[in-house]
């Protein structure tokens, strides 16, 4: 039985739910796999997960679409390919709190952003508030990733980028009210977050066992949907002690909606991906236009178990 290893973006969490669930209802091993699965706490993102694949240290990574076309336009370019999406829309947001006086982008400039240090992540964000009408003008720090959250309730910070689906519940539960600026509404075409991504390399050597992955991730969400009470049960074990005040059934209903149905299940649609490619390009972030097959297939994900 092949062993794979997949490399999550952060601590477990809603995102996550369907590779808990295949695991724990046995679907990987019905697909004739053995998958361990690893998160960033384990040595406090000293590696990222997309770095673990490019050093063989893991099979899968998740991570958003940045990572694959950055490790393509590295000095020395790696073959990171998104083989399956999460989430079939942006769930994600840039926040502040409500009280902060920051009421729309332009009002970050001059403001402190917490950033996790993404390659296209800062110029993302600065873009955003001048297509609000500001500068861009953004004081950027990046505090240890896994306590960016925290310097943002605690006003450290001003702003950070995260999850309508996880962090902003978890402002909920302890009752902090925030504002939330989405990519859409400000005229950035942004891609999927996160992606299943993996060495194109391998494909061919490891089909067989990559599709059986993929089959099997996606009847874990599609479990989740349809019996979200033991799924949440399943997630609830799993989730960090700072994370236990998050209501894992409401995160659940606000997540089940993107996570695709039996036919488009991961599916990338190519414009999408295209459109964001060419902003980046636009905006002088790359120097050079990308051909969509160095960056993403559907391919492994029309197996039928």
Not at 235 to 259: E, R
Request: charged fraction near 25%; proline fraction near 5%.
């Amino acid at each position: 039985m092949p062993k794979l290893t997949l490399a999550l973006d952060w601590t477990p969490n809603i995102n996550h739910i369907g590779f808990f669930i295949a695991q724990e209802k046995g679907f990987y091993h019905e697909s004739g796999i053995e998958l361990e699965i690893v998160d960033p706490s384990t040595d406090n993102y000293a590696v990222t997960p997309a770095k673990k694949v490019e050093l063989g240290q893991a099979d899968f990574a998740l991570c958003p679409t940045e990572s694959i076309i950055s490790y393509r336009t590295k000095t020395k370019p790696f073959p990171l390919i998104a083989i399956a999406a999460i989430l079939q829309s942006d769930l994600s947001a840039i926040v502040v709190k409500k009280d902060s006086n920051i009421n729309t982008p332009k009002d970050l400039d001059g403001k402190v952003y917490a950033s996790y240090n993404a390659r296209y992540e800062d110029e993302i964000v600065r873009q955003m508030i001048r297509n609000d009408g500001g500068k861009g003008n953004l004081n950027i720090q990046t505090p240890s990733k896994l306590g960016i959250w925290d310097t943002l309730l605690d006003g450290a910070f001003d702003a950070t980028w995260i999850f309508l689906n996880w962090e902003a519940l978890q402002s909920e539960a302890l009752g902090q009210t925030l504002q939330y600026f989405k990519m859409s509404d400000y005229q950035i075409p942004y891609s999927y977050s996160p992606v299943i991504a993996t060495n194109q390399e391998n494909i061919n050597d490891h089909r067989k066992s990559y599709e059986g992955f993929l089959a099997a991730t996606k009847k874990g969400y599609l479990f989740a949907q349809e019996n979200k009470d033991e799924a949440v049960k399943i997630l609830q074990s799993l989730v960090p002690d700072k994370d236990q005040n998050i209501d894992l059934a409401k995160a659940l209903d606000v997540s089940a909606p993107h996570f695709g149905n039996i036919k488009n299940w991961g599916m990338m649609e190519p414009q999408t991906v295209r459109q964001f490619l060419d902003w980046i390009y636009e905006k002088g972030l790359e120097s050079q236009q990308l051909e969509l097959s160095k960056l993403m297939t559907n391919e492994l994900l029309k197996y039928q178990p």
